[in-house]
């Protein structure tokens, strides 16, 4: 597991093994630099009480001044390099993500939340940049420190060395215990904040309802609740932060203490010089520094690991609707419009009621075929199979007699252009949304579909007509506005097979059986459109009508009528509401 985890850590840091190389060389020359500043210390101190000169003094001053700011310099460089890293495979991990969850099929967006995978692309994505970029710098920089200075200071007086470092492990133990503590609760203030944001962001759009209940105080009391363990969980925080350092601080000041108590017999008996007293100090400092970042690398690391997990997981799920190695090419031009079931089921996983059961017909090019049922009948799984957003089994769905799930996914959709029953729309401009399909399209072509659907008059009357921002920052359309664009967005990329899926619910009857007859009448498109609107429904060629997953009927409206059977109850029913409203 762990090999697995560094191997993948490795693979992230391999295509930018030149920053790697020069952050390590770098890092070399500082801890070479941060070694060897402190010998020249000691031997300008000894140089000096043999024999004093100011000429010496600004000579060993200018020099150690120098080397001290080219080794800034360097220390600046190393961490621009393998930070830089960090960032680097931030960017490429956050690219692959999105590439990735292209490439899934809907209905894994509808099992897993939006909220856990925007988590995954932003936090653990954060918490991998910090892995690489923090981590690598700190484990680095230790070795590189340990193994310079180490030798140095044994050099001096081995047993000197040896007391004055031996209370690291103890910092090293207390930065990691600390550390722990301060990632739990930065989660706590973590989890506070969203869960206070979350409340904000549905009360700000149930307001309505909050007044019309007089819910106002409830909501209230809810917001202090949550206000308050935010406040606990930053409290917490804050303490945790404020008493880590000055623990660090008192334990090197412990460590100088030692130094101090044993170094200054030892000078006297003349075993050290007071230069080899005073680099040994330096020395010492300045392992302060990389031990209490190593406690800190090992959270992180530990972090980075859970975070490496579950991004890798997201990577690890194999699109289940994809192009087969054989699969056919069928370009758009060449596509007639026939479509036809063969014992089509489909079940839904963790499902065992299958939503489609053995459903057969054909629809023929350029025939307009009404899909009608009770709710929940299946009707909105049947056309989701037919541009494959469902995994559907082979051999079931053909268009113009090829197997669906043969022909190349992108001539499929191209084939079919699908207005779904939850008219999405961008946060963009009304003409951005309406050439989505077809970025490139011109504006006259934008303004036939737009009248094709009956929405041109209404968008002349938005502020900035078709400029106008659609959502967040943007006007708000209507439900029948919003799905009246979402068909001119399906029409625009002008397929042969247009499918609507409830499409037209928002829109008044008579506007939805005149977009029906505009559709039937022009350009020989296949539609198959959903319906609840009856009175719309009876305008097709033919009518589907399914029940519990079947088709329990085909025909015209006026067979269907005239047939004891479902259809007609639905059509009798339809004709009472009718006299009732
Ligand atoms: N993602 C899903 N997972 C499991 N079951 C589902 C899923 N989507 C739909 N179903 C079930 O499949 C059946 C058919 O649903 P479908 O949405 O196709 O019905 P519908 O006829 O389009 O309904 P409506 O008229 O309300 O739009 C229903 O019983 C529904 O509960």
Redesign the pocket.
């Given at each position: 597991m762990v090999n697995r985890r560094l191997k993948l850590l490795w693979g992230y840091l391999v295509p930018h093994w030149r920053l790697l190389v020069a952050g390590i060389v770098a890092l070399l020359i500082v801890n070479a630099l941060g070694v060897y500043i402190p010998l020249l210390i000691r031997d300008s101190i000894d140089d000096l009480q043999t024999a004093f000169s100011f000429d010496k003094v600004w000579r060993y001053v200018i020099l150690i001044l120098l080397l001290s700011s080219f080794m800034w310099v360097i220390r600046m460089l190393s961490r621009i390099w393998i930070f830089g890293i960090g960032r680097q495979v931030e960017f490429d991990i956050k690219q692959r993500i999105f590439q990735h969850l292209l490439t899934l099929e809907p209905?894994y967006f509808?099992t897993h939340s939006s909220g856990d995978l925007i988590n995954r692309a932003t936090s653990d994505v954060d918490n991998i940049r910090r892995l690489v970029g923090f981590a690598v710098l700190s484990i680095i920089n230790t070795i590189f420190a340990y193994v310079l200075t180490l030798p140095a200071m044994f050099a001096i007086h081995i047993p000197l060395s040896l007391l004055a470092i031996g209370v690291y492990p103890v910092m090293l133990i207390a930065v990691q215990l600390f550390s722990d503590r301060l990632r739990t609760q930065q989660l706590e203030v973590q989890e506070e904040l969203s869960n206070i944001s979350e409340l904000i962001q549905e009360d700000m759009s149930g307001m309505a309802l909050i007044k019309i209940y007089a819910q106002e105080e409830n909501e209230r009391r809810a917001f202090q609740f949550l206000n308050q363990r935010l406040l606990k969980a930053n409290l917490g925080l804050a303490r945790t932060r404020t008493l880590l350092f000055p623990i660090i601080e008192s334990l090197s000041y412990i460590s100088l203490l030692i130094l101090l108590a044993f170094g200054a017999r030892i000078i006297t008996q003349g075993v050290i010089t007071i230069g080899d007293f005073v680099a040994l100090i330096i020395l010492v400092e300045r392992l302060v520094f990389p031990t209490a970042l190593l406690g800190f690398t090992i959270t992180s690391y530990q972090r980075g690991e859970v975070s490496i997990d579950r991004v890798e997981s997201i990577f690890q799920v194999d699109p289940k609707i994809k192009d087969y190695p054989n699969s056919i090419s069928l370009p758009v031009q060449q596509v007639k419009g026939e479509v036809t079931a063969r014992n089509l089921f489909y079940t839904?996983p963790?499902?065992t009621t299958p939503?489609l059961n053995n459903i057969n017909f054909t629809i023929y090019p350029g025939e307009t075929v009404a899909i009608v049922?009770p709710?929940?009948?299946?009707?909105?799984?049947l056309a989701n199979t037919i541009p494959r957003l469902l995994d559907i089994q082979e051999g079931q769905l053909f268009l113009d007699g090829h197997d669906i799930t043969k022909i190349r996914l992108g001539d499929l959709r191209a084939a079919i252009a699908y207005v779904p029953?939850d008219s999405f729309l961008f946060s963009t401009t009304i003409r951005n949304n309406i050439r989505y399909g077809d970025p490139l399209e011109e504006q006259p072509e934008v303004e036939y579909v737009a009248k094709q659907a009956q929405i041109h008059p209404e968008i002349l009357n938005f502020p900035q007509q078709y400029d106008t921002l659609v959502g967040e920052r943007g006007i708000t359309l209507s439900g029948g506005q919003r799905q009246r664009t979402s068909l001119a967005r399906a029409l625009l990329v002008d397929a042969p097979v247009l499918i609507l899926d409830?499409a037209l619910s928002s829109v008044d009857n008579q506007t939805a059986t005149l977009i029906l007859n505009n559709l039937s009448t022009e350009g020989g498109k296949t539609v198959i459109f959903?319906s609840?609107q009856l009175s719309a429904a009876a305008t097709a060629d033919r009518l589907l009508v399914?029940d519990r997953g079947k088709i329990v009927q085909m025909g015209t409206h006026q067979e269907l009528i005239q047939q004891p059977g479902l259809y007609q109850s639905l059509w009798q029913q339809h004709q009472l509401e009718e006299v009732f409203t």
């Open positions: 209905s509808a839904y963790g499902t939503a049922g709710i929940g009948c299946g009707k909105s799984t029953q409830d959903i609840h399914m």
